[in-house]
């Protein structure tokens, strides 16, 4: 089965940058559509990106859009979230996740694999 490890969060401040990765087991992995979503304590899990599995088509949150871009390298069985002009609000923690259709997706029920995430806090 696919296991996903998120890596790459930390503690930066409002308007910096991180870059997280997520590294899939199941190799090659270009089958999967991949997407990342965050949780923050006391909310729902939310969508934060996608990205297909040929990687021509992705989606943003509104919320992030224009700040996050997320990327693949199906050679090196990874996905990437590079998030810039990072606010307080963009703390969470979060997810990588894997969807066997190959299409992109808004909807965390639709993926099938998840990592355990890793967390993200931006500090004022």
Do not use: H
């Amino acid at each position: 089965q696919v296991q996903l490890v998120e890596s790459g969060g930390g503690l930066v401040q409002a308007g910096g940058s991180l870059k997280l990765s997520c590294a899939v087991s199941r190799r090659p992995f270009s089958g999967y559509a991949m997407g990342w979503f965050r949780q923050a304590p006391g909310k729902e899990r939310e969508f934060v990106a996608t990205i297909s599995a040929s990687g021509l088509s992705t989606g943003y949150a509104d919320s992030v859009k224009g700040r996050f871009i997320i990327s693949r390298d199906n050679g090196k069985n990874t996905v990437y979230l590079q998030m810039n002009s990072l606010k307080p609000e963009d703390s969470a923690v979060y997810y990588c996740a894997a969807r066997r259709s190959g299409f992109t997706s808004i909807s965390s029920s639709e993926f099938d694999s998840w990592g355990q995430g890793t967390q993200v806090t931006v500090s004022s």
